[in-house]
């Protein structure tokens, strides 16, 4: 297989969030994708199987297991796809459901992707569940803003979402990963979303990531898109809205992510970013 490197929602091969490609991966199983993605050592690989329809099949693998969807991954995939194929719009079929992706050059040349997710929502978070991820993570209920309540946020997979009520206790994060890895495995969720508000369509966050073998993810487009999905179902932002969600600046690889809400209840959201190969 050729694997190509590419880092998504940054122009700078030192910010955003590497990932893997495979642009054609027919073939391949199961154990050789794992093995690749282990190889490749990033957080995802995307693997892309051309079908006949001229859909895509894209299956995502971190070193460690198969996730049902990767907004970074996804990109990179595009912007990947979009070099060698030329611009355009490509239907993804993905264990999550059907994802459109959009590409088109920028006025600079940089060329920028916009996936559409499957149908965000959300889920309450037992008292329990919540009270474990808080003990694990180091944090108080006191450490949460009451404005943006916990919640499990879906768009392809599932992330927790958990809101700092400062900057500064978004900036220390410090868990066992251990144990935080044996309490996602046991919820299914892929990432924990972190956020901090800074204004009204301006957020800041921050995504645990054991599953994947990291510590920390610094970008993630499907914990992005779920979060938008979470602010429009529980009214904490005015739609249609575009938003803007800076994340991977604590761990030195900054990274920007675009997320569109639509009005209407339901629809898919939008995420953009740029990705250059490494």
Same mark, same amino acid.
């Given at each position: 297989?050729?694997?190509?490197?590419?880092?998504?929602?940054?122009?700078?091969?030192?910010?955003?969030?590497?990932?893997?490609?495979?642009?054609?991966?027919?073939?391949?199983?199961?154990?050789?994708?794992?093995?690749?993605?282990?190889?490749?050592?990033?957080?995802?690989?995307?693997?892309?199987?051309?079908?006949?329809?001229?859909?895509?099949? /894209?299956?995502?693998?971190?070193?460690?297991?198969? #996730?049902?969807?990767?907004?970074?991954?996804?990109?990179?995939?595009?912007?990947?796809?979009?070099?060698?194929?030329?611009?355009?719009?490509?239907?993804?079929?993905?264990?999550?459901?059907?994802?459109?992706?959009?590409?088109?050059?920028?006025?600079?040349?940089?060329?920028?992707?916009?996936?559409?997710?499957?149908?965000?929502?959300?889920?309450?978070?037992?008292?329990?569940?919540?009270?474990?991820?808080?003990?694990?993570?180091?944090?108080?209920?006191?450490?949460?803003?009451?404005?943006?309540?916990?919640?499990?946020?879906?768009?392809?997979?599932?992330?927790?979402?958990?809101?700092?009520?400062?900057?500064?206790?978004?900036?220390?994060?410090?868990?066992?990963?251990?144990?935080?890895?044996?309490?996602?495995?046991?919820?299914?969720?892929?990432?924990?979303?972190? /956020?901090?508000?800074?204004?009204?369509? #301006?957020?800041?966050?921050?995504?645990?990531?054991?599953?994947?073998?990291?510590?920390?993810?610094?970008?993630?487009?499907?914990?992005?898109?779920?979060?938008?999905?979470?602010?429009?179902?529980?009214?904490?932002?005015?739609?249609?809205?575009?938003?803007?969600?800076?994340?991977?600046?604590?761990?030195?690889?900054?990274?920007?992510?675009?997320?569109?809400?639509?009005?209407?209840?339901?629809?898919?959201?939008?995420?953009?970013?740029?990705?250059?190969?490494?």
């Amino acid at each position: 297989m050729e694997i190509l490197r590419y880092v998504a929602f940054s122009t700078d091969p030192k910010g955003g969030n590497p990932a893997g490609v495979v642009l054609d991966a027919t073939g391949a199983d199961d154990a050789t994708m794992l093995a690749t993605a282990a190889e490749v050592g990033y957080s995802e690989t995307a693997f892309v199987v051309p079908a006949g329809d001229g859909s895509l099949d /894209v299956r995502y693998f971190s070193p460690l297991a198969e #996730v049902p969807f990767c907004g970074h991954a996804t990109i990179a995939t595009a912007v990947a796809h979009a070099e060698r194929h030329g611009t355009g719009r490509l239907r993804l079929r993905t264990a999550a459901g059907p994802v459109t992706v959009t590409t088109d050059r920028a006025a600079d040349g940089t060329l920028v992707a916009t996936l559409v997710s499957v149908a965000p929502r959300t889920a309450p978070l037992e008292e329990a569940d919540l009270a474990e991820l808080l003990e694990i993570l180091g944090w108080s209920a006191g450490d949460l803003d009451p404005a943006l309540p916990p919640r499990a946020a879906f768009a392809g997979a599932w992330h927790p979402v958990i809101a700092a009520a400062s900057r500064d206790r978004l900036a220390v994060l410090d868990y066992d990963m251990a144990a935080l890895g044996a309490l996602m495995a046991r919820e299914d969720w892929t990432t924990i979303d972190l /956020v901090w508000r800074e204004s009204p369509t #301006v957020f800041h966050a921050r995504n645990p990531f054991p599953p994947g073998g990291v510590v920390e993810d610094p970008a993630t487009g499907a914990a992005a898109a779920a979060f938008g999905g979470y602010l429009r179902e529980l009214g904490l932002v005015s739609t249609p809205a575009t938003l803007t969600v800076h994340q991977g600046v604590d761990m030195g690889r900054p990274s920007t992510i675009t997320v569109t809400v639509p009005a209407e209840a339901g629809t898919g959201i939008g995420v953009t970013g740029t990705a250059v190969r490494l």
